[in-house]
């Protein structure tokens, strides 16, 4: 049974930092893809960052520069480091895995079968 379980959310002002981390039971990194998406209030989930088995990483064009995606195989954890945050990075936050090597759309949340309860992150200008 794959669970994961996202902790690291809180709130912030604009221009501040958080680490976002997702700790994965029931199976190991390897062969898993990874990922981290959001969803805000009335909108779509929508995909952040994602790391394939390899360590490949992927961002979507709205977080590239500004936050970095990492996973810790020995710890079967996943991380998302936020930077310069922004008011509309204000979302739930959410990992989700996948048993493949690669995906076609690693930010495609139909590319993800397991999934988190999430954890909310809320910036202030």
């Known amino acids: 049974q794959v669970q994961l379980v996202e902790s690291g959310g809180g709130s912030v002002q604009a221009g501040g930092s958080l680490t976002l981390s997702c700790a994965a039971s029931g199976y190991t990194y390897r062969g898993y893809c990874m990922g981290w998406f959001r969803q805000a209030p009335g909108t779509e989930r929508e995909g952040v960052a994602g790391i394939y088995s390899d360590g490949a990483t992927s961002y979507a064009d709205s977080v590239k520069g500004r936050f970095t995606v990492s996973k810790d195989n020995a710890k079967n954890t996943l991380y998302l480091q936020m930077n310069s945050l922004k008011p509309e990075d204000t979302a739930m936050y959410y990992c989700?895995?996948?048993?493949?090597?690669?995906?076609?759309?690693?930010?495609?949340?139909?590319?993800?079968?397991?999934w988190g309860q999430g954890t909310q992150v809320t910036v202030s200008s």
């Open positions: 989700a895995a996948e048993r493949r090597w690669s995906l076609r759309k690693p930010l495609s949340r139909n590319e993800y079968n397991y």
